[in-house]
C-alpha cells in the first residue's frame, strides 16, 4: 500500500533562516495538498499541486511537486515566529483525487526570535 | 469564520458513559471526515461520508460510529468511552478534490 515518509520530523531554527520540509510517496501520486496547523488550533489548507514539476509560491512559501510525482517539498524563505507550527502533506489514499486524504507525520517547525 | 462547527469544544467524560461529538458544516460539502489526532502526532481517518446515509470506516480501527443523515451534521459515537478514547477529534469536510476545511475539534478526556 501507499506508504508516506515526512522528513524531518523536527525542525528548530532562528528567525530569518530558510526551512524545508519534504513529503516522499513510494508510489505515484495524483496530486498532493498541503496543510499548517498552529500549536493548539486545527490544520488549515495551504496548497494543492497536480501537475509534474509543478512548483507554487505563496508570498514566502515555495511548494514543489516532484517530475516523477511521488516526492514534495515545503520551502519557507526568511521565516518569522508566526510560521512556527505542524506542516503536513497530504496525498490521496487509494489514488482517487476525489477521496480521502492520508497524512504525512508532519514537521513541526520552531522558530526561534 | 468557521463554516464548519465542533461541539463541544472540550470534554472530560467518566470512563463507560456515552458521548456523542457534533460536527456540522455550511457549506453544502458532500464529503466530511472524521481524524482522530494525539498531541504533536500525525492525523488518523477514523470516519468518513460521501453523502448522505453513506458512511465508512478509515484507517484507524476505531469503536466509534458515525451516521450521516443529513449532508450538513456528521455526529460521532461512543456508546461506551473509556481512557484509551483520549485524544482530539477533527472534524472536516471538502467539495470535490478540493482541500479540506476542518473544525477546531473537540479535545477529548475520559477518566
Known amino acids: 500500500g501507499q506508504q508516506v515518509m515526512q522528513i524531518p520530523q523536527y525542525q528548530h531554527v532562528q528567525e530569518g533562516e530558510d526551512f524545508t520540509t519534504y513529503c516522499n510517496s513510494s508510489t505515484t501520486l495524483s496530486n498532493i495538498q498541503w496543510y499548517k496547523q498552529r500549536p493548539g488550533g486545527h490544520p488549515v489548507f495551504l496548497i494543492q499541486?497536480?501537475?509534474?514539476?509543478e512548483v507554487k509560491k505563496q508570498k514566502r512559501l515555495t511548494f514543489q511537486f516532484g517530475e516523477a510525482k511521488k516526492n514534495s517539498s515545503l520551502h519557507i524563505t526568511a521565516t518569522q515566529t508566526t510560521d512556527v507550527g505542524t506542516y503536513f502533506c497530504a496525498p490521496p489514499a487509494g489514488g482517487t483525487s476525489y477521496g480521502k486524504l492520508t497524512f504525512g507525520q508532519g514537521t513541526i517547525l520552531t522558530v526561534h526570535p | 469564520e468557521a463554516d464548519i462547527y465542533q461541539t463541544p469544544r472540550y470534554l472530560v467524560i467518566g470512563t463507560g458513559k456515552k458521548i456523542t461529538l457534533e460536527c456540522s458544516q455550511t457549506m453544502g460539502h458532500d464529503k466530511m471526515y472524521w481524524y482522530q489526532q494525539d498531541p504533536g502526532m500525525e492525523l488518523h481517518l477514523i470516519h468518513y461520508?460521501?453523502?448522505?446515509?453513506?458512511?465508512e470506516k478509515g484507517d484507524l480501527s476505531s469503536e466509534s460510529t458515525v451516521s450521516r443523515i443529513r449532508t450538513e451534521h456528521f455526529p460521532l459515537t461512543l456508546e461506551s468511552a473509556r481512557p484509551s478514547h483520549t485524544s482530539q477529534y477533527l472534524c472536516?469536510?471538502?467539495?470535490?478534490?478540493?482541500?479540506?476545511?476542518f473544525g477546531s475539534g473537540t479535545r477529548l478526556t475520559v477518566v
Open positions: 499541486l497536480v501537475k509534474s514539476g
Open positions: 461520508s460521501y453523502g448522505v446515509n453513506s458512511t
Open positions: 472536516a469536510s471538502r467539495r470535490g478534490a478540493d482541500g479540506y476545511t
